[in-house]
């Protein structure tokens, strides 16, 4: 991979500096800009298109976290967490970062975050590849998972939720966060493997083992795992006919509820 090209985000000028410092040693990278403004990040990264961004959490006003839900998917760099914090740790992984370090930061851990940040833009690289294609001829999917990219067999995903530009493949190896809508990968899945039940869920087929109505009223598809995807109304009737043709259980009436 070439020279890599980095901002950083803190609101603390030392800290900044101190960062600066300790990323001379790396010769594959070049810091591009820094600054101390949460707001003026958002407008850094649009003009640098930076490869990663050392992000601090804690900022005044606009925070971390903020800053990376305001970056389009187009732009997305590597996400670096930088903070003095670590009850962050877990939503940072959440938001698909590629490592988080806490402060003061040890020259060992910035090499390994480095390397995660190397990984996950391969990773985004080899996905955005993998994205103009129909799936018919892959077996695989990449998925981001704890700091690293993970390829996720598509035989074994069980179901697949929206979380806003992102999915969640749930899948026999834990799955993890893809970067693409629902409906884009919905138009890419097998329609005889896998059938749209939500808005923002669609399952496997042979891994529905019924359907459900909860308390609530609200209809739910169980799975073979125990667990359960939530059923929108508009898709009902075609998941009803799915089940009774290719499960056989129109019979069960547990598994196929009267609405």
């Known amino acids: 991979m070439s020279r890599l090209r980095a901002l950083i985000v803190d609101d603390e000028p030392l800290a900044v500096r101190r960062l600066a410092h300790s990323l001379a040693a790396f010769d594959d990278i070049e810091v591009v800009d820094c600054t101390t403004s949460a707001r003026r990040a958002v407008q850094l990264i649009d003009e640098h298109n930076p490869d990663i961004v050392f992000l601090d959490i804690a900022m005044p006003g606009l925070g971390g976290f903020d800053v990376a839900a305001r970056v389009p998917a187009r732009l997305r760099p590597a996400i670096i967490f930088v903070t003095a914090y670590d009850r962050y740790a877990v939503r940072a992984f959440d938001t698909d970062a590629a490592d988080y370090l806490m402060k003061p930061v040890a ?69 993890g966060l893809m970067r693409e809508t629902l409906t884009h990968l919905a138009d890419r899945l097998d329609p005889n493997e896998f059938i749209r039940v939500h808005r923002s869920a669609i399952c496997r087929t042979r891994a529905i083992t019924g359907l459900r109505r909860k308390a609530t009223g609200a209809l739910t598809v169980q799975l073979v795992s125990g667990g359960e995807a939530p059923v929108g109304r508009r898709y009902v009737s075609g998941l009803r006919a799915l089940l009774t043709k290719v499960r056989g259980i129109a019979d069960e009436g547990r598994a196929l509820p009267d609405l």
């Open 107 to 175: 020259p060992d851990r910035l090499a390994a975050a480095l390397e995660k940040a190397r990984t996950w833009l391969r990773g985004r690289r080899s996905v955005a590849s993998e994205s103009a294609d129909k799936l018919g001829a892959q077996d695989s999917l990449w998925v981001h998972r704890r700091g690293e990219f993970i390829r996720v067999p598509i035989g074994g995903i069980e179901w697949i939720e929206a979380e806003g530009d992102y999915v969640r493949l749930h899948a026999d190896n834990g799955g």
